[in-house]
């Protein structure tokens, strides 16, 4: 570079132009400057492919390099033929060995200090091999030209060639030397310093061997300015390429001077043996395992993927228990809404204290998994599997495996219950005729006192409470005596909306006179707006048996507290007592058929049987106690969307507003199929009658996303597939009978109210 630079400043300084008769004439020759060109980018060319051919050995090998190296050596011999020279002000420069053989030298240098000796060693046998052929090449067209006309060319004697040949190789043995001897000085200089003591070499050799002693130093000294400034562009992309192969770690180690020129049996005799093929095995297992890691970090990858879209939560732990990696499905699962979101780093005891005890005092090498069951709040169960990672006396990390098994949990106690109160119910089916008995005694006694109270007594009075209620009790008695006779757990809950207010003031007035004889004041704050779709009997039964449950825990001057809470899908009673309260072990068997705390009052077979009522409207039902400090009991159900409806403006023109709904209309009743049908479709809807449930299956594949809404009938169950298809409908479930009032659950898009929707239905 600093030789270009230097000629094209000299060139523009003398780059003149004068006028003959008109024109313009430069002053520098045409052919010249092209020869300077031609010359630096052979020059330039030929070093970057040697440089770029070393780099990329690790995909191609060195053969590429190799073969170039070949090539380049050939080429010498034939520009040696041609006399290629170019001039610049004072200087003579041998284009034809100053264009090549630093690029030649600069290969030697590199591939001994970063491949080792055997692949300089074969580099330099490339390199003789192609002086051997260049010269060969010579001799053939020497005599060539002796038997027939040739081109002219300079044809160089023998002499010369093999003088040529001998400087070239043994300048190549000179820069691998003082490479091996300048590492020792600095690693950073080996190649520079390894260059240019072979391109000192070379002159020296070539110009003794090729004119003799004296006229040999002579052309010493009238060439060596031409070698200097040639050779300077070389060093600075040594030094740069250098210091690329110290970073990489790219240098061979350290090894006596003469190891590339000794014998090897001398070799063995004085020095170790150095794996110089180890070390170009190593490469080689180097790329091998760079596509290893390629494919364990794809695998990585596709195991990251597969975590992420697992429905299980899957959770990763160091040996600290700290969370390393999580999915989606982890997050959404097992994050409580007291607790923030998982965080890399964050310990699981802070979100699960008691599966980290329980993985504290875990004995890994003779259990190896970790089985357990964590009950969430709001009733959610998990159950957590956890393996540890490596090995078993010290694990390095935990790979844990939780999945929601509510919905199994909740079934196996439900069976359960269901088979333990059935026994309950053979002993009862002895009982129950005699007690209806008694029951249909106190009914018919009752009228008797209702008939002859006079009027005056009755209107108002605590007196007609109290009958009232004596009455409502001596009813639901005999409803349940019914269940209990008929050996059934409780009847399949006939549906009607009602408030739930409504049911929870009967209940409570049926158990106040009871509360006031114990001195315990029972207060309520109950929002009467909500409305249920229950089985008004069954539900009054579950209230019942949580306040009297409540009463017998308090025993004496206590307070019950009754307390609706709405949320988005359903409403939440909650009974609280100050009572005695149970320990974990009585909490944990509340649910059981025939257990009792007798005195403390809680459990028995009403709260199994209430279990399982709340389980068949959609609800759920969960104790929270603690000993000493009370019990609370939490029914949740869903609201019923009709609620506030008691009442509806009917409508004598079709609604413009289900011009935009699309509507699938599955019923068993042809002619209220066809009624609705005209019904809707004058409203401005698109209709698609439909006579069973596999047409409904067609109708959602071929357009899920076209229709709305679902009118179906009562009668026609969906399996869990097809609901699974409906989940984005407004569904309407008709009773076409006509006892009970349309069920209505509205996507959350609708575009249309519950009230519009019953009153298009009562019109219709």
């Known amino acids: 570079m600093t030789g270009f630079w230097l000629f094209w400043q000299s060139y523009l300084q003398n780059l003149q132009w004068v006028t003959d008769d008109g024109g313009l004439v430069q002053s520098a020759s045409d052919a010249q400057i092209q020869g300077w060109i031609y010359f630096l980018g052979i020059y330039f060319v030929v070093s970057a492919l040697m440089l770029i051919l070393h780099r990329a050995r690790a995909q191609l090998t060195l053969a590429p390099m190799l073969a170039f190296c070949g090539l380049l050596t050939f080429l010498v011999w034939q520009l040696a033929q041609i006399g290629w020279w170019v001039d610049w002000q004072d200087f003579k420069i041998n284009a034809a060995l100053l264009s090549i053989i630093p690029a030649l030298l600069m290969g030697g240098v590199i591939t001994y200090a970063m491949d080792g000796t055997r692949a300089a060693r074969a580099y330099h046998a490339v390199l003789i091999g192609g002086t051997v052929l260049g010269m060969g090449y010579a001799v053939f067209l020497d005599i060539l030209g002796q038997v027939t006309p040739t081109p002219s060319i300079f044809i160089a004697p023998l002499l010369m060639q093999i003088a040529l040949a001998a400087a070239l190789a043994i300048a190549v043995i000179v820069a691998i030397l003082a490479t091996e001897t300048a590492r020792r000085v600095s690693v950073y200089l080996a190649l520079p310093l390894g260059f240019i003591a072979g391109m000192v070499t070379f002159l020296p050799l070539w110009s003794v061997l090729t004119y003799g002693f004296s006229n040999g130093l002579l052309n010493i000294s009238l060439e060596w300015p031409e070698y200097l400034l040639i050779g300077a562009p070389a060093v600075p992309l040594l030094l740069l390429y250098n210091w690329l192969g110290v970073r990489a770690n790219g240098m061979m180690p350290e090894r006596p001077v003469f190891h590339f020129i000794a014998a090897q049996e001398q070799m063995l ?106 009950t969430l709040d709001g009733g959610q169960v998990i159950e957590w599997m956890i393996l540890p990672i490596g090995d078993l006396k010290q694990p390095i990390g935990y790979s844990v495996l939780a999945q929601d098994v509510t919905a199994r949990e909740q079934a196996a106690q439900r069976r359960i219950l269901s088979e333990r109160i059935r026994g309950i119910h053979q002993t009862g089916q002895v009982i129950h005729h005699d007690f209806s008995n008694l029951m249909l005694a106190i009914q018919s006694h009752l009228q008797v006192v209702l008939q002859n109270i006079p009027a005056e007594r009755m209107t108002g009075g605590e007196v007609e409470q109290a009958l009232l209620a004596i009455q409502n009790a001596s009813d639901r008695g005999r409803d349940m005596l019914t269940q209990l006779g008929a ?81 988005q899908n359903g409403i939440t009673l909650v009974v609280q007592d100050n009572g005695c309260g149970m320990n974990s072990e009585q909490l944990a068997k509340a649910f059981d058929p025939g257990f009792s705390t007798k005195g403390q009052g809680q459990g028995g077979l009403g709260l199994a049987i209430s279990y399982l009522i709340i389980e068949a409207h959609g609800g759920r039902l969960s104790l929270s106690s603690e000993k000493g400090r009370g019990t609370i009991a939490k029914i949740w159900l869903p609201l019923w969307h009709g609620q506030n409806q008691g009442h509806y403006d009917v409508k004598t023109k079709p609604s413009p507003s289900f011009a935009s709904e699309n509507i699938l209309l599955l019923l068993n009743q042809n002619d209220l199929r066809q009624r609705l049908a005209e019904h809707f479709g004058a409203c401005g809807s698109e209709v698609a009658e439909l006579a069973n449930t596999q047409e409904l299956a067609a109708v959602l594949l071929e357009a899920p996303e076209y229709w709305t809404i679902l009118i179906r009938g009562k009668d026609i169950a969906l399996d869990p597939a097809l609901w699974h298809q409906c989940r984005y409908l407004s569904d309407i479930v008709l009773d076409q009978s006509g006892k009970s009032p349309p069920r209505i659950r509205l996507n959350a898009n609708s575009n249309i109210s519950a009230e519009e929707i019953l009153a298009e239905l009562r019109t219709a």
Not at 353 to 361: K, L, N, R, S, V
């Open 487 to 567: 050996g059934q757990v409780f009847q399949k809950p006939e549906l009607q909306p009602v408030a739930l207010a409504q049911i929870i003031h009967d209940a409570v007035r049926l158990i106040t006179p009871q509360a006031r004889s114990q001195g315990i004041a029972i207060t309520t704050d109950i929002d009467a707006s909500f409305w249920v779709e229950v089985d008004i009997t069954q539900i009054s039964r579950v209230v019942m048996n949580l306040l009297s449950n409540a009463l017998r825990a308090i025993g004496q001057n206590g307070q019950i507290d009754v307390v609706t809470q709405a949320d």
């Open 269 to 374: 005799r004085e020095y170790p043996p150095i794996q110089d093929t180890a070390v170009i095995e190593a490469r080689s297992q180097i790329g091998e395992l760079r596509q290893l890691n390629m494919a364990l970090q794809q695998a990585e990858a596709l195991r990251h993927q597969q975590m992420q879209l697992s429905p299980l939560a899957m959770l990763e732990l160091d040996r600290h228990l700290r969370l390393s990696r999580f999915n989606t499905a982890s997050e959404t699962m097992l994050v409580r809404d007291n607790n923030p979101p998982f965080a890399l780093g964050v310990s699981l005891a802070d979100y699960f204290p008691e599966i980290t005890t329980a993985m504290a005092g875990t004995d890994w090498q003779a259990q190896k998994l970790l089985k357990q069951q964590l």
